[in-house]
């Protein structure tokens, strides 16, 4: 008898009623199509993502279920036939198959072998699975309706390189089984539909930044400066740009001699704080630890010392600042800013920011909606401001429908409810947060003294809103309206090489 004769045998005798035969189809089949699956892969020609979950996720699943419903199968049909497995066997194989032998009889061989097929398919499999649940595109496309937003600005990221599970996960057993057992939560909050809209931060399951982040950025080997130009574009027919020039102090200040940016995850520093229901905006204090080893706390101004849950304490690391260090969401008038500075919105076209401004910012109800309501907003402006167009201001006008578009798509996602603003970023002090959340006048310490926060504490002006990036490294004329600021701007920045 043949390999595969006696394989049909086999099935045949495992095939006692509808429930084994499911059994014997769904195993053979799913293993089957594992195998041309993987070999596609391995040849190139399957990258879809979502044939990973089907290869990895689903088949896998599929042959446990199979295995389970053949010997469900036998326990039912022995139940209906009330005989013994012995003479149940006879009926089903041939004498042959079940004639006792010294290694065992032949039928045994086949079980014990397809045994350790099995074994060896399943950890295979696990493997492969484990492997790609470690993938970001698994983590981004697994749950897409929920992870959309994640997804999209994931992509576009400083960290697109870096694994998902390198800083949601971390090293270790027990960051691997803790990550497993909130992602089993997860997904029955998804299935359910019954996760939160938008998905709530701080993450406060995120691994220790000396963990993750610091395997990379190393804040004691932060020396010296950094310098950053920021352009602005105004709302007049020309689009003016303005130019806002910092030179960012990022020393922990062991080597200048001075504080920088990074003094406060510094190793030989350490700062916590306070903040309302632990979501990191409103301080109630901050505590700086002391040469002396004693701690130095600016607390509300005029409001009585009461204790603090201690859930809501937190020593200061890099991702109270860098909160949005990979899923970055662009506030409109910045995003705007830079496709025009990157010349993907076209300054030719008359007061083109005002109007791409006025297209992104109203509250459309879905993505469909917002990408006819765009390109409806600016072709109708520009048939008023250019009711002669030319063919060149036709494709300008194109080119930044287009942009103002996948800005939209990648910082609002109405499913999820992001909407402008719903993730601010802490790492600068646009607006009343970031920095001024301690740095302000409403902290203050047992003599009243306050939080510094002065502007050159962090960085120096080289321009602040001018004509040109480099204005206050130029001497100021007499009839300067701000020729004082200027000039101490000017010998701040100077004296930094002394």
């Not at 006692?16 to 799913?30: E, F, H, I, M």
């Not at 970001?136 to 697994?142: E, H, I, L, S």
């Not at 939560?185 to 809209?197: K, P, S, V």
């Not at 903040?275 to 607390?299: I, K, N, P």
Request: charged letters at 20%.
């Amino acid at each position: 008898m043949t390999l595969i004769a006696r394989y049909r045998a086999f099935v045949r005798g495992l095939s006692v009623n509808p429930v084994g035969r499911a059994g014997v189809v769904l195993t053979t089949s799913s293993f089957l199509t594992f195998l041309f699956m993987e070999l596609l892969r391995l040849l190139g020609v399957l990258t879809n993502a979502y044939i990973g979950l089907i290869t990895y996720l689903l088949l896998p699943t599929l042959f446990v279920v199979g295995l389970a419903l053949i010997p469900l199968g036998w326990w039912l049909y022995r139940k209906a036939r009330a005989r013994a497995d012995r003479e149940l066997l006879a009926e089903r194989f041939s004498p042959d198959a079940v004639a006792p032998r010294p290694g065992g009889s032949r039928l045994f061989v086949t079980v014990v072998v397809f045994t350790l097929v099995n074994i060896l398919f399943l950890t295979a499999a696990s493997m492969r699975m484990l492997t790609f649940m470690d993938t970001p595109v698994f983590c981004g496309t697994a749950c897409h309706k929920v992870m959309h937003p994640e997804w999209a600005t994931y992509q576009v990221s400083p960290h697109a390189r870096v694994r998902c599970v390198d800083c949601h996960v971390g090293e270790g057993t027990g960051a691997l089984v803790s990550s497993k057992l909130n992602g089993a939560r997860q997904m029955f909050l998804a299935m359910f539909n019954a996760y939160e809209r938008p998905v709530p931060t701080p993450v406060r399951q995120l691994r220790p930044a000396r963990e993750t982040c610091e395997k990379c950025h190393w804040p004691d080997k932060f020396y010296g400066y950094r310098q950053q130009v920021r352009v602005h574009y105004g709302m007049d027919r020309d689009s003016t740009p303005r130019y806002t020039t910092l030179n960012l102090k990022i020393d922990t200040g062991e080597a200048a001699g001075h504080a920088g940016i990074h003094w406060h995850v510094a190793e030989a520093n350490a700062v916590r704080y306070a903040s309302a229901e632990d979501e990191r905006q409103e301080m109630l204090w901050v505590e700086v630890r002391q040469l002396d080893g004693t701690w130095r706390r600016f607390a509300r101004r005029g409001e009585p010392a009461a204790p603090t849950p201690a859930d809501w304490q937190r020593t200061l690391d890099c991702v109270d600042c860098h909160n949005r260090a990979t899923h970055i969401y662009e506030e409109p008038e910045v995003a705007v800013d830079e496709r025009m500075r990157r010349g993907l919105m076209d300054r030719s076209l008359p007061f083109v920011r005002r109007e791409v401004l006025g297209a992104l910012l109203p509250d459309y109800p879905d993505r469909e909606a917002a990408m006819a309501g765009i390109a409806a907003r600016l072709e109708g402006a520009y048939a008023r401001l250019l009711p002669e167009m030319t063919a060149a201001q036709r494709q300008a006008l194109e080119r930044t429908i287009t942009a103002a578009q996948a800005v939209y798509n990648r910082n609002i996602h109405p499913l999820m409810a992001v909407r402008w603003g719903t993730y601010p970023s802490h790492l600068d002090h646009r607006h009343d947060g970031g920095c001024f959340r301690c740095h302000n006048q409403e902290l203050v310490d047992s003599t009243g003294a306050a939080v510094s926060h002065d502007c050159t504490l962090c960085h120096s002006f080289l321009a602040y809103g001018s004509a040109g990036p480099y204005q206050f490294l130029e001497t100021p004329t007499d009839n300067d309206s701000e020729a004082a600021m200027h000039r101490y701007l000017r010998e701040e920045f100077l004296k930094q090489g002394e």
